[in-house]
């Protein structure tokens, strides 16, 4: 159903809290966090003062960092309370690792005892690891109980979690020994032992795995969710397959972000245009500076542009069409790199055939600009020169862009660091000298 | 456990199937279908022979699709029986989808019946669609039946499904009227009555909604599936969260594919370097061709770079800067666009914000290319010229960058074609023209 704003609005300044619960409820949290920056401060406080505590807790899991923040700021203590209790252990920890750090000592003593205990793990994980992602709310049992042990915990237990996939068997040790699958449950005997029905293949992931890792490892074996064990095997938390996806979003807006060498992946429409152009300009003037060397390069060779001033037509073409096949050889193995599909090992592979491509898509750049010479400047030598020129800049350009992203990776250094642009930067200095060194060889002797 | 090969290659020439199945079973499917491609064909086959059909066809599933068509074109006709109808129904649409039409025609009556009538529908939807991406392997009850019956359901049919999350309750003409989540069941009393306890807060998605914009619900919403409707809310399908990582990933790597100009996103290692070629040129072609616009710039302008020939060296550094400005601004608002964070009505506020991106960012370019013009070529004047160029140049830049992915999508076109290397194209015309005015109006007058 969709929110009509104007409706809510209305709804809100009756400031009758009966109706407004029930009106809300009809709607998804999601949805009512969509509107949610339609809303004045007032009428958000109103609306949720109004709603029950479960609802309200939903909503504010929905919303952006800075709205939470400004509803923690003005809603009474007891209502905090009872939403950061309310919340999902993995979003309050996403929460709290972004406020200043006495602002979460403050929010903290406000959980229910055992929820500040699990809290404070949770924070101590890296934000990126598996540790980073995982939540605390799920439902463990001991090896030596039976199912009807497990339905007494899953009647207990079951209302405060969102999705259940698996119920976790651990020894005495809290190591993880098997796992049943909800729906195995309902088919079974009440009477049967918990170890008997387990299922003993265990896919996990560790504690301080990366979270890119982790993402590979939930494609490979489309698990709903996955354990998180540390060292000695013992059960920390589970990752579900929807912060996953969120991950998946975040790390390729961070790769195209980073291709584009545009910097940080911070908001764009909120942010001040200079927030943005600061995060910009350093990669702008680290390119602009390695621009000053094709800039000297051409500076060394003025004697030929002078003395041959066509020569000047087709430095945008050679630059351009080089900077552009670069790209795409780098578009493909920065790609590859970060899916997996290419792996370090493959570097030999990888220049044989961009090298292989860089001839292919050479000579068809090369004919082209022939012809441009032949049929503008009617000049056969010029553009036999500017053909071959193009091709060799061409195989030089595919091939760097092939092998710079995996010697960044080599060297543990991000591969999308090295992008397009700058790419395009350094095969401009790779052109322009295969460009003035053929034509001394070819063209310049003849004149 | 990590797949040991030398290991299973000796275990696989003994031939003997029950060592064989006994040992692979205490890997995952996907652990096995990742090392296939390095077992020789007689060796797949063997393996493929000897273990059971549900695990045999939980690594047929894991295949790379070159690798299922090979095995189905070698295995008895009862084997790929087997293999067909034991496959989930979304998996099995996908590979009839690749396969030639006469080839599916061969392979779907070796389907049980109902599976038969089941796949030719799901053929029907396009393949980027919600349709495309649903499975029919889900559990639906009456709205007048007693929790009872839901859990005898459950037990005849659990079996043949991996992941259940809801039931699904619908009326005779089969329209969904609610979902019972799985944990729920485990706590009601079967006495009760199915469209007593059912949630009737539906969240679905219509059979012919873009794969992109399913993508959307399921990161708005958190649900680990969704149902699919057609325009009568007739229950059709199921998505699973595991199917939309696939999506994530595959339209990530399309974008970024475009955004690069590199052509289609099959498989990179396994394609010749003339189909790799092929696929990259077209868009190579277009660029080279794009790129004589700024050629014939240069050309008309030819008298003023023969008169002052320092002019030339700052041609590398303009082009470059102004196409890494518009490269970084086209990078964030055609990721904004494809994340759904900018929307068309956003276009005046891009304009703006990188409109004064453009001020800031020129003002930095615009000095350092001033110095190195007054310390290498000791003319203040030139500086000055150049910097001026080069602010106009960046303002356009990142004011394009900005407006042309937009366009782009207000046109109906994907916006990630709007690559870097065509923004650069287009922008080496407007800084060549920028450049050679400014020299005019500043410069060339005074010399």
Redesign the interface.
């Known amino acids: 159903m969709r929110v009509i704003l104007p409706e809510i609005k209305e709804l809100i300044s009756s400031k009758k809290k009966r109706p407004i619960r029930k009106v809300v409820s ?1 709607f ?1 949290p ?1 949805d009512i966090a ?1 509107i949610w920056s339609e809303l004045t401060l007032d009428e958000q406080l109103i609306l949720f003062n109004a709603l029950d505590i479960k609802f309200a807790a939903d909503i504010f899991e929905s919303l952006k960092e800075d709205q939470m923040i400004e509803i923690l700021n003005t809603v009474s203590v007891e209502k905090k309370k009872a939403v950061l209790n309310e919340m999902s252990p993995d979003d309050r920890t996403d929460l709290f690792a972004i406020l200043p750090d006495e602002e979460t000592e403050k929010l903290i003593p406000l959980l229910d005892e055992d929820e500040q205990k699990r809290t404070r793990e949770l924070l101590a994980y890296k934000e990126n690891t598996a540790g980073g992602l995982m939540t605390t709310d799920y439902i463990t049992v001991p090896e030596d109980v039976k199912i009807g042990y497990v ?1 007494r915990e ?2 207990n237990k ?2 405060d ?5 698996y119920i976790y068997v651990v020894d005495k040790m809290n190591r993880l020994q098997g796992t049943i ?7 079974t005997n009440p009477q049967r032992k918990v170890s008997r029905i387990m299922d003993t ?1 265990i ?1 996990s992931v560790h504690l301080n795995m990366d979270q890119e890792d982790v993402v590979h490892v ?7 969710s996955l354990p998180v064990l540390d060292k000695l095997g013992r059960l920390k938390g589970v990752i ?3 912060d ?3 991950v ?2 975040e790390e ?2 961070e ?3 980073r ?5 940080g992946t911070d ?3 909120s942010a001040s ?2 927030r ?2 600061q995060k ?2 350093i ?3 680290i ?3 390695a ?2 060397i ?3 390069v ?2 060394h060779f ?1 004697f030929l ?2 003395s041959i ?2 020569l ?6 050679l ?3 080089s ?3 670069g ?10 790199l970060a ?1 997996g ?2 792996k370090l090992s ?1 570097i030999w ?1 990888v220049i044989k ?1 961009e090298f ?2 860089g001839i ?2 050479g000579v ?2 090369g004919v ?2 022939a012809l ?1 010479a032949i049929i ?1 400047q009617g000049d056969v030598m010029l553009g036999f020169t500017v053909a071959i020129a193009m091709i060799a800049a061409i195989i030089i350009a595919t091939s760097l862009g092939g092998i710079l992203p995996i010697i960044f990776k080599k060297l543990g250094v991000d591969p999308a660091l090295m992008s ?2 700058l790419i ?2 350094i095969l ?1 200095t790779t052109t ?1 000298l295969i460009y003035f060194n053929v034509t001394m060889l070819l063209l310049w002797r003849l004149q």
Chains 1, 2 share one sequence.
């Open positions: 009809y998804e999601a969509e339905f899953l009647r079951a209302k979690i969102d999705f259940i996939q699958p909800l729906k195995d449950l309902l088919t293949h896919i939930f494609e490979k074996y489309d698990e709903p579900t397959v929807d996953v996806l969120d998946i979003k390729a807006s790769d195209i972000y291709f584009g060498a545009a910097g908001e764009y429409l245009p200079f943005v152009a910009r300009v990669w702008l003037i390119l602009a500076l621009g000053f094709s800039g000297s051409l500076e003025s542009l002078s001033v066509t000047s037509f087709f430095i945008p073409i630059m351009n069409t900077g552009s096949a790209t795409q050889a780098a578009t493909v193995v920065v790609r590859g899916t599909e290419i493959d592979h055939k292989l491509i292919l898509m068809v750049a082209i600009t441009r503008l397009g642009p395009a930067t401009d322009l």
